[in-house]
Nanobody, 128 residues
Framework: QVQLVQSGGGLVQAGDSLTLSCAAS????????????MGWFRQAPGKEREFVAA????????YYADSVKGRFTVTRDNAKNSVYLRMNNLEPEDTAVYYC?????????????????WGQGTQVIVSS
């Protein structure tokens, strides 16, 4: 059973930067972290969980939601079984609980139902 443990998050001001981390463990026999695409999603109060960013395991190609493109960067370190979300120039609209997720298909699709494993979530609050 893959487990994802998140860290980072907190209260920042608009324009600040923040980095979220997600460490994975518990892979099935014969599989490693590099076999999974990793995604980041977020859920604001009263809203649906939405796609933020994802990164493939094959060539580290990254995908972003239009709302964060140019401000957020997703990276992965296969040696550390970790994925990161660097968030720059944060806006109050970025306030949400952020979740990392793992997709065994490796496709990094922007669809939450494609991800079978989820982190515990971490709160990001951006004040104006």
């Amino acid at each position: 059973q893959v487990q994802l443990v998140q860290s980072g998050g907190g209260l920042v001001q608009a324009g600040d930067s923040l980095t979220l981390s997600c460490a994975a463990s518990g892979f099935a026999s014969g599989l490693t972290f590099s076999n999974y695409a990793m995604g980041w999603f977020r859920q604001a109060p009263g809203k649906e969980r939405e796609f933020v960013a994802a990164i493939r395991w094959t060539d580290a190609t990254a995908y972003y939601a239009d709302s964060v493109k140019g401000r957020f960067t997703v990276t992965r370190d296969n040696a550390k079984n970790s994925v990161y979300l660097r968030m720059n120039n944060l806006e109050p609209e970025d306030t949400a609980v952020y979740y990392c997720a793992a997709d065994r298909s490796g496709l990094a699709a922007p669809i939450k139902t494609k991800y079978g494993y989820w982190g515990q979530g971490t709160q990001v609050i951006v004040s104006s």
